[in-house]
C-alpha cells in the first residue's frame, strides 16, 4: 500500500480565483525548489510510457484533478479539496467551459474553449496580492478585461510575443513568477511590463465583462430578455458566442465605430493586422479560419465581438429585437438573405430566448399570418410548434364568429365592421403558432369565411397602427383556448340541426305570457335566426329559414331587434328556450352561451370601442327613452351600435314600472297578473284555500275578470262549471230607465243590484239595450243633458 505525502514545511494560502498551477510554481518558489521536486513529492504520476498505455496524465493539470490527486495534495498542503476542486477549470465546467473529463480535455468547439494558453493582466501580476500570480478565469475564452485594473488582458509576452501556459512550466528549475515561461529559448520577458489597451470607467467593453463575469459565477441569466424564461449560463455563453461570432465573420469593419468607442475599434484592427501579417510572412500553410467558430486569438477581438453581443441582447424582448434588427441590417450584404430559420445556421443549441429575439428582428419583413404563426407580438416568439390536435381541439372551443365583445374590441373603426371581421378573427385564431393553411382554418370553423378572405382582411388590419396588438390579443386568445378547457363545444354545436329551435306555437305563446306584440313573420325569423347565432356560434344568416335576397333588410333590422329583445323577461325565456332545444340533443351540462375573459385584452391599445366605457344605467335610460333607435342611442353615447347591441344582450334594460291603467292600455294586465299569480299560487289560492275569485281580485288588484281568464288560462275549473254564478233577471225597463234615459253607468248599476259590472253588461246585451260610447263624448252628452233639465226646471 503506498502511503501519502509528507506535510509540506511550509504553507502558501492560494489568493481568490487563483488557477492550481501558479499556486505550484508560488509554492515551489516559496520553498526554494524545482517545481518537477514538488511535484514528485505531492505524488503527482510522471509522463512516461509501459508498453504502448499511456497513463492517465493530462497536458496540464489545471484541467482537473482526480480524487486521488486532490486527496494527496490535501494532506501535504493543508488546503480543503474544494478549495483545489476550485482551483482548476473543472470549477467552471458546464457554466462556462465544456470539459472531457475522460480525457482530462476542453472541448474547444463549445463555450469558445480553449485547450491551452492563458491572458493575463499585468497589474495584477505585479498587484500586492502576490507577484506573479495568476487567476484561473484568464485561461476562459471569454475573460478579455480586468474589471479591477480597467485594461484588456495582454495576450502574450512582450519581449518574445508567445502565448502563456501553452505548455507545463520546466520542471528542473525554481519557477520565476511573473516571468516569460517559454521553455526552449529562456526567454525570461517581464509579463507585468506587457502593454494593454486602458479602458476609461463605463467603457462598454468592460461592462461586457462585468456582465459575462456574473453569468458564469451566479451559473443563470437575469437581464434583459432572459428575465421572462431564466436560462442557465452555458446556454446564455452559447447565445452571446453566435452573435458575437456572426459579428466577427459577417459585420463590416465600417460599421465598427458606429457601435463602439474608437479607442476598441482601433485595438481590434492593430491585433488583425498583425495577425494577417505573421500569418503572410509564415511558411506554414494554415488552415482557414472561420471567425468566431473557435475562441478568438486576441483579448482586443474578443473584446470587440462580445461587446456588441451582450449590448444587442441586453434589453427587454422588443428592444434586443431592434437592436438585432439594425446589426443585421449592417450585416445583410455578407449574410445573403435574412428570414425567419436563417438563425439555424448560428449554432445548434441556441436558447429559445435567442430565437425569440431573431423573430422579433425580423417581424417587419414578414407576412400578417407569419406573425400569428410566429407570434412575434407574444412575450416569446416562436417558430409554430402546434400540432394538428391542438389546432381541432382550438376548433372545437372557437365558435365560427367570434364573440362579440372580442370582435368589438378587435374592429377597425374605419374599413370593417365587426360583423364581417367575426369569422375572419375565428379563423386567425387557427393560424396562431402553427402551419395550417388559411383554407383550412377557414374549413375547421364550418367554412363560413374563406382563406383568400382571411388574407385579404388580414393585410387590411396590417396596415393599422395597432396591428401588433391586435395579433398579441389573437395570440393571448389562441394561448387561452390552447390551456383552458371550455365550457361549449362549438364543433357539435355546428352539426346540429335548429329546424325545430323556437317553433311558432312556442313562440306566439312567449309573446302571450310576456305580453308582447309578436309581429309578424320577419320578426319571428329574426328572433329565431338572433337564438341561433348565440347558441351556435354561426353567422345570423346561416339560421333556418333566412332569405339571401333580403340580406341588407335582414342585417338592419336585426340590429333594430336589440331594443325589441333585450328585456329581462323575454331575455329570459330565450335562453330557457335554448336550454329546451339544447337537451333535446342531450346537451345539458353546457350553458347556452360564453365567452373568454375580456380581461386578457388588459394593457393592448386596440382600434375598437371598449364597451366597459358606457354608462349602463344611461343606456338602459335612453333605450327606455320613445322614439329612441340602436343608431341614435350609439351616437349619444359615443359609441357603436354593435357595443349597443352586445350591451343589451349582457345586460337587458329593466322597463320603466307602469300603472294599472298603463298596463291595460298596452296589453300588459295578464302579464301582471301572471307574475302575481303563477300557476301553482293560483291553484293554492282558488282550490286549496277555496278562496274567491272576488276576494282574490281585491287581494290582488287585478279584476275578476282578468283572474276568471287567467283560470281558464292555468287550465283550472272555475267552481260552478266555469262560468260566473247569474243572479235574480234584471228587470229589462228598469234597465232602460236607468242606463238610456238617467245615463246611469253599468259600474253603479251592478253594485245596486249586487252583481259585477260583466253580468250588467251581458243583461244589456240580451235585452237589446243600446250601448253609450265611451270616453269623453258620453261625458259631455250627459252634462249636457243635465244642464237642459235645469234649464226647463227654471222656467
Not at 502565448?163 to 511573473?178: D, E, S
Not at 529559448?185 to 463605463?202: H, I, K, N
Request: aromatic share 6%; with cysteine.
Amino acid at each position: 500500500m503506498t502511503s501519502g505525502p509528507r506535510t509540506l514545511p511550509l504553507r502558501l494560502a492560494p489568493v481568490d480565483g487563483e488557477a492550481l498551477d501558479s499556486w505550484l510554481e508560488a509554492l515551489a518558489a516559496r520553498l526554494s525548489t524545482p517545481l518537477g521536486s514538488l511535484m514528485e513529492h505531492l505524488k503527482f504520476p510522471v509522463r512516461q510510457r509501459t508498453g504502448n498505455t499511456a497513463r492517465d496524465i493530462p497536458t496540464d493539470w489545471t484541467i482537473m484533478l482526480r480524487d486521488a490527486e486532490i486527496t494527496n495534495v490535501a494532506a501535504a498542503s493543508g488546503l480543503t479539496p474544494e478549495t483545489l476542486h476550485a482551483m482548476t477549470l473543472a470549477h467552471y465546467d458546464r457554466r462556462a467551459v465544456r470539459l472531457d473529463r475522460a480525457r482530462r480535455r476542453v472541448q474547444r468547439q463549445v463555450l469558445w474553449g480553449r485547450a491551452r494558453g492563458s491572458r493575463f493582466c499585468p497589474d495584477c501580476l505585479r498587484g500586492p496580492a502576490g507577484r506573479g500570480r495568476w487567476q484561473l478565469s484568464w485561461r476562459l475564452g471569454w475573460a478579455f478585461a480586468c474589471p479591477v485594473h480597467e485594461r484588456l488582458l495582454a495576450d502574450a509576452c512582450p519581449e518574445c510575443g508567445r502565448v502563456q501556459r501553452l505548455r507545463p512550466r520546466y520542471g528542473k528549475n525554481v519557477p520565476l513568477l511573473a516571468y516569460c515561461d517559454a521553455p526552449f529559448d529562456a526567454c525570461g520577458g517581464d509579463l507585468a511590463r506587457a502593454t494593454s489597451l486602458r479602458l476609461p470607467v463605463g467603457h462598454p467593453a468592460l461592462a461586457a465583462q462585468r456582465r459575462i463575469t456574473t453569468i458564469i459565477s451566479t451559473g443563470t441569466s437575469g437581464f434583459g430578455p432572459y428575465q421572462a424564461l431564466l436560462q442557465p449560463a452555458p446556454v446564455v455563453l452559447t447565445d452571446i458566442r453566435a452573435v458575437a461570432a456572426r459579428v466577427l465573420a459577417d459585420l463590416p469593419s465600417a460599421d465598427l465605430a458606429d457601435l463602439l468607442p474608437r479607442d476598441l475599434v482601433d485595438a481590434y484592427e492593430i491585433t488583425l493586422a498583425g495577425h494577417e501579417t505573421a500569418r503572410a510572412a509564415s511558411s506554414r500553410r494554415e488552415p482557414e479560419v472561420r471567425p468566431g467558430f473557435m475562441a478568438p486569438v486576441h483579448a482586443a477581438s474578443t473584446a470587440l465581438a462580445v461587446t456588441i453581443a451582450v449590448r444587442t441582447i441586453e434589453h427587454d424582448l422588443p428592444g434586443s429585437g431592434a437592436a438585432l434588427r439594425d446589426l443585421l441590417a449592417r450585416m445583410r450584404e455578407n449574410l445573403g438573405q435574412v428570414s425567419a430559420t436563417s438563425i439555424d445556421q448560428w449554432g445548434r443549441e441556441i436558447s429559445p430566448i435567442l430565437k425569440a429575439v431573431h423573430l422579433a428582428a425580423v417581424a417587419d419583413s414578414m407576412r400578417p399570418n407569419e406573425h400569428l404563426r410566429y407570434r412575434t407580438a407574444s412575450d416569446l416568439p416562436s417558430r409554430p410548434h402546434a400540432g394538428r390536435r391542438t389546432v381541432e381541439t382550438r376548433a372545437q372551443r372557437t365558435p365560427s364568429v367570434l364573440w362579440p365583445a372580442w370582435r368589438i374590441r378587435l374592429s377597425p373603426v374605419r374599413g370593417t365592421y365587426p360583423r364581417t371581421l367575426g369569422p375572419i378573427l375565428a379563423g386567425c385564431l387557427m393560424i396562431v403558432g402553427n402551419t395550417v393553411l388559411l383554407d383550412d382554418a377557414a374549413g375547421m370553423l364550418g367554412g363560413v369565411t374563406t382563406g383568400s378572405d382571411i388574407s385579404r382582411i388580414l393585410q387590411k388590419l396590417h396596415d393599422e397602427p395597432t396591428w401588433p396588438d391586435i395579433a398579441a390579443a389573437l395570440t393571448r386568445l389562441a394561448d387561452y383556448l390552447d390551456t383552458h378547457p371550455t365550457p361549449i363545444n362549438y364543433q357539435r354545436r355546428r352539426t346540429l340541426d335548429y329546424t325545430d329551435l323556437l317553433p311558432h306555437e312556442c313562440w306566439r305563446d312567449m309573446c302571450r305570457n310576456l305580453g308582447v306584440q309578436p309581429g309578424t313573420g320577419r320578426r319571428e325569423r329574426l328572433i329565431r335566426a338572433y337564438l341561433f347565432h348565440r347558441i351556435s356560434g354561426l353567422p345570423e344568416e346561416d339560421a333556418p329559414g333566412y332569405r339571401t335576397d333580403e340580406q341588407a333588410r335582414f342585417r338592419a333590422q336585426t340590429a333594430a331587434l336589440s331594443m325589441f329583445v333585450q328585456t329581462p323577461e323575454l331575455a329570459a325565456a330565450l335562453k330557457a328556450e335554448a336550454t329546451r332545444f339544447l337537451a333535446t340533443y342531450r346537451i345539458r351540462r353546457e350553458p347556452p352561451t360564453w365567452q373568454p375573459p375580456i380581461s386578457l385584452l388588459d394593457g393592448l391599445d386596440l382600434p375598437g370601442p371598449d364597451p366597459a366605457w358606457v354608462d349602463l344605467e344611461r343606456l338602459h335610460d335612453l333605450v327606455r327613452a320613445p322614439g329612441e333607435t340602436p343608431g341614435s342611442v350609439a351616437e349619444t353615447l359615443g359609441t357603436d351600435i354593435e357595443v349597443v347591441r352586445y350591451l343589451l344582450a349582457e345586460h337587458p334594460a329593466v322597463p320603466v314600472p307602469r300603472s294599472l291603467a298603463a298596463d291595460r292600455a298596452t296589453g300588459q294586465i295578464m302579464v301582471r297578473a301572471r307574475r302575481k299569480l303563477p300557476p301553482r299560487l293560483f291553484a293554492q289560492i282558488y282550490l286549496e284555500q277555496k278562496t274567491s275569485l272576488r276576494q282574490m281580485a281585491d287581494s290582488t288588484g287585478c279584476s275578476r275578470k282578468t283572474l276568471a281568464r287567467l283560470a281558464v288560462e292555468y287550465d283550472i275549473p272555475l267552481r260552478g262549471g266555469g262560468a260566473p254564478a247569474r243572479h235574480d233577471p234584471v228587470d229589462r225597463d228598469w234597465l232602460y230607465e236607468q242606463y238610456v234615459n238617467r245615463k246611469r253607468p253599468f259600474p253603479d248599476l251592478a253594485r245596486e243590484k249586487g252583481m259585477s259590472t260583466t253580468q250588467m253588461e251581458r243583461w244589456a246585451r240580451e235585452y237589446e239595450i243600446p250601448r253609450r260610447p265611451r270616453g269623453g263624448a258620453s261625458h259631455s252628452i250627459r252634462l249636457r243633458d243635465q244642464g237642459t233639465i235645469a234649464i226647463e226646471t227654471t222656467k
